[in-house]
């Protein structure tokens, strides 16, 4: 077992490498450069029409649904366990590359959104299915169709093995059990699994039952639960970040100059303990990718379900989520550990230094700190556990042509899943689900590098329309 996880490990580390990283960030610089950093240059419109949604447009969900759908399954872990991480592994300097990812990701986003709409099938329903899988084969052609199945394949392997569920749920329970019971001292023993907390056994029966009622109600209901989750959670968490901030006003100047001396010049800021430039770099660029998915394929199957008939319209929408995930909500976990020097504490690793910062930055008791730490983290990833659902049950779709036998039996499968999660602990399962996570990303950036000639050309006549005064709303 010990030889199959270092193999593992290893592969892990070739897919999540540099030519990976290369590859995603290559495929934003060229769309920023095309699409006339269209990022900086329409955000605001694209803020407007976030929450303005189309009254005619076709679909299963509003386009503000369908970036909540995205958002659960982007807002989660990685805000807060994956930039703590970054930072003390690359230094604060990574908070800076982790920002600079996510400014080329927003383009990356938009195209993947147009390309979601433009290339989507909606059947006689009103049921609606596209992302890669569409925009490969029907934007690239049928001889590419077997890229197409090879991202649904890697799709479907990432929901069902870790990232969607087994990660999340362990995230939960241990969350609640660090909470309310620190010592491990109430303990249950299950036959032939082990000795558990009963919080990590009730924190996993109550999870599974909310993600069946969720589940079972597909799309419209993942995306009516994620509309008020999502952002009410965003908020809350925000806000805290702020308070931090605010209540340590006078040490943020040195932490942003802490940050940009790192990014370029590691040492003088870690004092030797981070090596160079190129660490900080991998680990920002590495962990704002995993953060906002930009360039993984996944927001896009998202994307493919909103009520609008312009595919320029949900580019723009669909960009906001990397910016809402990254620029700000990772920017303030960093910011906030950088102020509050968690980074430096010894022996503090994952969701520990975010806690650590919390508890030291906020005007709260230690108690109150860690508690609304939980909930937001337990919130995270439990909308988390909902989006992935829906991205790999809609690459099951796509592999099966819509059996929809094979998708509840898939459904439930999934919830097991959640059920058994924090009782899996082997790491192989992790690393495995993280590798096919990286893979899903290698058909979809072809496919954005070839199709970026269709991103560019449906941009230009959008706001061509919209100078000559088009339908919709400016």
């Known amino acids: 077992m010990e030889t199959l996880t270092r193999v593992l490990e290893q592969i892990d580390s070739l897919v999540w490498g540099v030519p990976l990283m290369v590859l995603i960030l290559a495929g934003g610089i060229l769309l920023t450069a095309r699409i006339q950093v269209l990022q900086i240059r329409k955000l605001p419109l694209a803020l407007k029409w976030m929450i303005k949604n189309e009254e ?29 991480t970054a930072v003390c592994a690359g230094g604060p300097g990574a908070l800076f590359w ?18 979601a709409v433009k290339y989507r099938v909606v059947d006689e329903t009103g049921h609606s299915l ?13 001889k590419w169709k077997w890229l197409a199945k090879l991202f649904a394949f890697f799709g479907v392997l990432v929901g069902l093995l870790g990232i ?12 609640v059990r660090s909470f309310f019971d620190p010592e491990n001292t109430h303990t249950v023993l299950i036959p032939g699994i082990g000795e558990y907390s009963v919080f990590v056994i009730g924190a996993s029966i109550v999870v599974a039952i909310f993600v069946a009622l969720v589940l079972i109600g597909g799309i419209k209901r993942i995306a009516s639960v994620a509309q008020i989750i999502v952002p009410f959670m965003a908020i809350i968490y925000v806000a805290l970040c702020l308070i931090l901030i605010v209540c340590n006003l006078s040490a ?14 590691p040492r003088a800021v870690t004092g030797g303990v981070v090596g160079s430039v190129f660490v900080a770099m991998q680990k920002g660029v590495s962990r704002g990718i995993f953060s906002n998915e930009a360039g993984l394929g996944s927001a896009p199957i998202a994307a493919a379900a909103a009520q609008t008939k312009e595919p320029v319209r949900q580019g723009l929408v669909s960009m906001t989520g990397t910016f809402i995930d990254t620029i700000v909500i990772c920017s303030l976990t960093g910011l906030s550990i950088v102020i509050s020097g968690a980074w430096q504490i010894d022996g503090l690793e994952g969701v520990e230094v975010t806690s650590y910062a919390f508890a030291h930055g906020l005007p709260f008791s230690e108690q109150v700190s ?17 989006g992935w659902d829906y991205y790999s049950e809609r690459c099951l779709e796509y592999l099966t042509n819509g059996r929809t036998h094979v998708i509840t039996a898939y459904r439930w499968l999934y919830i097991l899943v959640v059920f058994i999660g924090p009782y899996m602990t ?32 449906e941009t230009q006549a959008f706001f061509e329309r919209q100078k000559l005064g088009g339908s919709t709303p400016r």
């Open 426 to 457: 082997v790491s192989a399962v992790w690393t495995i689900a993280d590798i096919v996570n990286g893979l899903m990303a290698i058909p979809n950036m072809i496919a954005i590098f070839a199709l970026n000639g269709i991103v560019v050309k």
């Open 56 to 84: 005619d447009g076709e679909g299963e969900v509003s386009s503000f649904g369908a970036l909540c759908t995205a958002l659960s399954a982007t807002i989660g872990t990685g805000n807060i366990v994956g930039v703590a």
């Open 130 to 142: 596209g992302g890669p899988f569409y925009y490969i084969e029907r934007g690239m052609g049928e």
């Open 98 to 115: 982790m920002v600079v990812a996510a400014f080329f990701g927003m383009a990356t986003k938009y195209a993947e959104g147009l390309l």
């Open 370 to 386: 860690s508690c609304l730490l939980m909930v937001c983290l337990a919130f995270f990833a439990f909308t988390t556990i909902l």
């Open 164 to 175: 969607g569920t087994i990660t999340q749920v362990n995230g939960i329970a241990n969350a």
């Open 252 to 265: 943020v100047p040195e932490a942003i100059a802490t940050v940009v001396r790192g990014a370029f010049s």
